[in-house]
């Protein structure tokens, strides 16, 4: 607890930096492998005392008669911010003494050979082990500040890459547009394609889809960046002499919130028309419905050719346009913070690749992480298994999180 000079409290800040990415510091990785592994950690432990502490003082000084209405609204805020930290902290600490005394019944039943009571005794231990992760898990997410776009619905784009062997990449990216396309559908959200361009023998160039719903950017803001796949064509000489591809295709998640205020000049806008390639029955290569809209000021084009209407897929073109247009004001600001996250496109090098899909291997391996997961057809049908992972994301960028916080803050302690 701070004063001022008059003796009036000050709140001290929670975690309080603008913004928080994954940096994949490979000592991070080491040492805190999963939330449970950071609240051991002492920095972790006297951090949350003091916050815990700091909660008891400012809820006793909320019951004194001097204060006057200014400094009651500033308490009651501090105090709401804390409540619910030193709450999730208690119940950690219960649940860490149950642990305990599990642990010690188990090691007695151990030396009585007391078989069926002590594999009891281990069930229950093994549950109070995932509970106590789940609540670390919530303890972290109340002190990780959410980002301004959390919430925000998102254009997801994809893009294949080049490679020698032909339709690997196209292939690819139809497959993983397919998978959040799933994935959608299994969050129960709205996913509605603005742009699709097929590829001749099947598979996908481009394709682009507007998605709103419950905390979309939240749950997709990592899936931006290279994904490299690996695997046996299935026709031509590669497929006869088992030979393995590598090919690569882009995602980008653009944030959209629903008010984006970025003013768009007509006179800057290029706008042409043209024939719907693709999947639309007769209609397509009828009409010029179809529209590509080139921002001539940035050199930025989009282009929406999925509505039977031009209107309508001008008015699409538009919304995603300001998306673009808006996501550069965004990067503008994040690049002026310490913790400025990398542009999700890169170079599309392979060797800026976020993850990789080994089908000769069934493996799926995100490199930020080191986490591997089998069962490609699993996480390619972007339901359970894709969850699993998009979450060990975001557990993962919340320990970054509290351990870039904490070493910060010892960092300010120690040159104090």
């Known amino acids: 607890v701070r004063l001022h000079n008059h003796g009036f409290w000050r709140p001290k800040p929670l975690l309080d930096t603008a913004r928080f990415t994954l940096s994949f510091n490979s000592r991070h990785r080491k040492n805190h492998q999963n939330s449970q592994a950071l ?52 119940e950690i600490k219960e649940a860490e003494r149950e642990a305990q005394e599990l642990e010690a019944m188990c090691t007695e039943l151990d030396s009585r050979d007391e078989k069926q009571l002590l594999q009891l005794a281990l069930e229950e231990k093994e549950g109070l082990d995932k509970k106590m992760n789940m609540l670390c898990r919530k303890l972290f997410q109340l002190l990780v500040p959410k980002e301004k776009y959390d919430g925000s619905p998102v254009i997801l784009e994809v893009t294949a890459g080049r490679t020698t062997g032909g339709d690997i990449c196209q292939q690819f990216t139809k497959e993983m547009f397919e998978m959040y396309q799933n994935y959608a559908d299994y969050k129960h959200w709205t996913f509605d394609i603005v742009n699709y361009t097929p590829a001749e023998i099947g598979g996908l160039h481009h394709a682009a889809a507007h998605i709103s719903g419950e905390n979309v950017y939240r749950h997709l803001k990592y899936e931006g960046g290279t994904h490299r796949v690996q695997r046996i064509p299935e026709t031509g000489l590669s497929s006869r002499m088992q030979r393995i591809h590598t090919g690569t295709m882009s995602v980008i998640v653009l944030p959209q919130p629903e008010e984006v205020d970025v003013k768009v000049d007509p006179r800057d806008l290029r706008i042409d028309t043209f024939r719907a390639r693709g999947a639309g029955g007769q209609h397509v290569n009828k009409t010029d419905s179809a529209v590509r809209i080139v921002h001539l000021p940035t050199g930025l084009a989009v282009e929406c050719q999925q509505e039977r209407s031009q209107q309508l897929n001008k008015e699409i073109a538009l919304r995603t346009l300001r998306a673009k247009l808006y996501q550069q004001v965004i990067e503008k600001q994040l690049s002026q913070e310490q913790s400025a996250r990398k542009l999700q496109l890169g170079t599309r090098a392979q060797s800026e690749r976020i993850r990789t899909y080994n089908f000769t291997q069934d493996r799926v391996t995100d490199h930020r992480i080191s986490y591997d997961a089998r069962n490609i057809k699993e996480i390619l049908s972007g339901k359970e298994a894709l969850d699993k992972l998009i979450n060990r994301l975001l557990e993962f960028a919340e320990i970054e999180a509290v351990t870039q916080y904490l070493e910060n803050l010892q960092a300010l302690e120690g040159g104090g």
Do not use: G, M
């Open 39 to 90: 609240w051991k950690h002492e920095a972790v432990q006297k951090y949350l005392e003091t916050l815990s502490k700091e909660y008891q003082q400012v809820s006793h000084q909320l019951s004194a008669d001097s204060l006057n209405d200014f400094e009651q609204r500033t308490l009651r805020r501090r105090c709401a911010d804390l409540s619910p930290i030193a709450a999730a902290f208690q």
